[in-house]
């Protein structure tokens, strides 16, 4: 049996504030924990309050346990110099449900685009690395449903595997909604499967 990957690492919280300086520009570099795009959508529109005066508002994002959905934005900077270098250290971190943008203050002298490209990436790569990078489990969800007299044959289970209980009701039939990282789950659901009297559902 293959070993999938079950796991994923994304940022705890928003970055601090990072600066990198070039010939007069500034490019001021930020990283948020994000799950969806009306989220990624809300930071920018804050960033731009904040920065009004700012030129550009470069950004890249990577969403999906399996780092499936991503997106890179220039701004109006020539082509690919500003968010593909972003990007491209969204996947040097290896990170995702991240949103990492780099606010541009133009200083009057123009980089060209191999200066642009090194600019967009180093207060990317400023902004990742004063992040606290943390590795999370790709959990799945199941409901167990049974009668109160197997509830401490459930509940041991629970307890010797180390799942996670997100959800219960517990009157007479009782209902239980628990987390199984991915690699245990096959196995887990076995275990419930087997005994008599308890339903175990995938969510």
Not at 57 to 62: F, G, I, L, R, V
Not at 74 to 95: R, T, W
Not at 147 to 174: A, F, G, S, W
């Given at each position: 049996?293959?070993?999938?990957?079950?796991?994923?690492k994304?940022?705890?919280?928003?970055s601090p504030?990072?600066?990198?300086k070039?010939?007069?520009?500034?490019?001021i570099?930020?990283?948020?924990?994000?799950?969806s795009?009306?989220?990624?959508?809300?930071?920018?529109?804050?960033?731009?309050?904040?920065?009004?005066?700012?030129?550009?508002?470069c950004?890249?994002?990577?969403?999906?346990?399996?780092?499936?959905?991503?997106?890179?934005?220039?701004d109006?900077?020539?082509?690919?110099?500003?968010?593909?270098?972003?990007?491209?250290?969204?996947?040097?971190?290896?990170?995702?449900?991240?949103?990492?943008?780099?606010?541009?203050?133009?200083?009057?002298?123009?980089?060209g685009?191999?200066?642009?490209?090194?600019?967009?990436?180093?207060a990317a790569?400023?902004?990742?690395?004063?992040?606290?990078?943390?590795?999370?489990?790709?959990?799945d969800?199941?409901?167990?449903?049974?009668?109160y007299?197997?509830?401490?044959?459930?509940?041991?289970?629970i307890k010797?595997?180390?799942l996670?209980i997100?959800?219960?009701k517990?009157?007479?039939?009782?209902?239980?909604?628990?987390?199984?990282?991915k690699n245990?789950?096959?196995?887990?659901?076995?275990?419930?499967?087997?005994?008599?009297?308890?339903n175990?559902k995938?969510l």
């Amino acid at each position: 049996m293959t070993v999938q990957k079950d796991t994923f690492k994304t940022i705890a919280k928003p970055s601090p504030e990072v600066l990198f300086k070039d010939r007069g520009s500034k490019f001021i570099g930020y990283a948020f924990p994000v799950t969806s795009e009306e989220e990624i959508k809300e930071h920018l529109r804050q960033l731009k309050k904040q920065h009004h005066n700012a030129r550009h508002w470069c950004y890249a994002w990577q969403l999906g346990e399996q780092y499936e959905k991503y997106r890179a934005n220039d701004d109006g900077e020539p082509s690919n110099s500003a968010g593909m270098p972003i990007y491209g250290q969204l996947q040097s971190f290896d990170v995702t449900r991240i949103l990492v943008v780099v606010v541009r203050y133009f200083g009057g002298t123009k980089l060209g685009v191999g200066g642009l490209i090194q600019a967009y990436k180093t207060a990317a790569q400023f902004a990742l690395e004063a992040s606290m990078i943390v590795e999370r489990t790709i959990d799945d969800d199941f409901l167990l449903r049974f009668d109160y007299p197997e509830m401490n044959t459930v509940m041991r289970i629970i307890k010797d595997e180390d799942l996670t209980i997100k959800h219960q009701k517990m009157e007479m039939d009782c209902e239980i909604t628990i987390s199984i990282r991915k690699n245990n789950s096959e196995r887990i659901y076995q275990v419930f499967e087997n005994i008599y009297k308890v339903n175990i559902k995938k969510l």
